[in-house]
């Protein structure tokens, strides 16, 4: 499908593991994927996720990752502990680490299923918005990981003025995908949970100091649904909850073009000021 | 406070853990919270967090938490292991773990900080509804935990009929509350978020096995704000996302009477059929 690149895709370069020993994986951070300090949070995600997926012992398919940011990710070499705490008929739940000189640098938890036919609905419909075509490209500028994306904002852009008043909602909207473009898998949707910027800036207008301290990814989209969304958009939307004394929440969804809801996502980021 | 009172309210009865070495706790589970098969996943929620409050190495107070019910809670004795993964300068990450017969029965992690004062908004507004002395309480039938708070819906009550045809909107919001009433802290918080009946009922009105396997929560309040709820009420809604082979999630907000956004929940739920 990819015999064109004469490369693997940077996402699949940037998450790559080796073996390291039973339940541990040996990779390295990426200079495509880096963010203001260390790396771009949703590539650590990915990477921590990509040791469940690598795992031989893994039962079924993903359905919900925990991943908490501990601690700066140095660039450099890291080790990943994916070790199944629990595996029932069915189920099967994970506890992972990232490691850097020994010290957990991000934790989480993963769940993965057998999944079955079932009654089914969208209740979070996708909202109406123009088709990808139909607005502008984002252009990338500044951190290197924002070139790995294909933005295309219907609501909720980054703010132009930083004048330190911003207005009542900060709810998002965007077509994205992967740039170059690579067919929608767990790692890549992952990564994209993560791709928005803080709530915070939207409201205030101002840039503090930022950074996400907690993310959790349910996924409705098992790896049929994935492939039928291939390289095709997907739209992202997010918008802040609670902000206090620190730490603000965001609540978030993720569809296909088809309406389908690929994934929900919520995540806590701690702020200055 | 309680003075009046001859025996600990049946929450702390229920959570009360006690040391059984490095990192490790032991407690049991409680009749008065029983649910239809093993305990309240709400109380054992707030047992597993009880470790993390009670930790003698715990720096700041709850900001996240996930849990993960990896296997069916059985009734009796249980260890809860907690152990600081990470501790920074002003936050600090937990990973936890409840054990029966050595084995995990649940997993998670948590998130502890020390809060400064900073800008803030509610950005999730609480709802126009009835104040609770307008709205019927609840009465409660079935197993043993329901009795255990005191329900006042709004809006989304469980159906009345069970004819296999439920609504478009699984949204509910109840005014709720400890019964016997009970000085909201962080453990009693996090037995709330998970009081929701599932929201599969609502847009089905069919009861299928179900169970929910993971949960989050995010903490706005702080020890300040939660002791000034007191023992007042709390607005309490949640709404299903996407239902899709065997899997739901829903969305969930807690505001105090005054607005205050105490929590946001999430979690995942496993249905048949």
Do not use: C
Request: hydrophobic fraction near 40%; charged fraction near 20%.
């Amino acid at each position: 499908m990819r015999a064109h690149r004469m490369s693997p895709h940077v996402l699949d370069q940037a998450i790559a593991l080796e073996p390291a020993g039973d339940d541990l994986w040996r990779g390295r951070t990426h200079a495509e994927y880096a963010n203001f300090i260390g790396p771009y949070g949703g590539v650590t995600a990915a990477q921590l996720l990509q040791a469940v997926l690598l795992h031989p012992q893994r039962l079924g398919e993903l359905v919900a990752f925990t991943i908490n940011f501990a601690a700066a990710v140095a660039d450099g070499e890291f080790h990943v502990r994916a070790r199944p705490a629990r595996t029932n008929r069915s189920t099967q739940h994970w506890v992972v680490e990232m490691l850097q000189d020994d010290q957990p640098v991000a934790t989480g938890t993963a769940m993965t299923a057998v999944r079955r036919r079932t009654w089914g609905a969208t209740e979070a419909e996708m909202p109406q918005v123009p088709p990808p075509q139909d607005l502008p490209r984002e252009a990338a500028r500044g951190v290197a990981w924002v070139r790995h994306y294909e933005r295309r904002y219907a609501e909720g852009n980054v703010p132009t003025e930083w004048k330190g008043q911003g207005g009542p909602s900060s709810r998002t909207r965007l077509w994205l995908r992967d740039a170059p473009d690579r067919p929608l898998d767990f790692a890549s949707l992952t990564a994209m949970a993560d791709n928005f910027f803080p709530r915070l800036w939207l409201r205030r207008a101002t840039q503090v100091p930022i950074g996400t301290v907690s993310m959790t990814v349910y996924y409705h989209a098992d790896s049929t649904l994935l492939q039928a969304t291939g390289t095709d958009y997907v739209l992202a939307q997010a918008q802040g909850q609670g902000f206090r004394n620190g730490y603000l929440d965001q609540a978030g969804q993720l569809w296909n073009r088809q309406g389908d809801l690929l994934a929900t996502t919520h995540q806590l980021m701690y702020y200055k000021e």
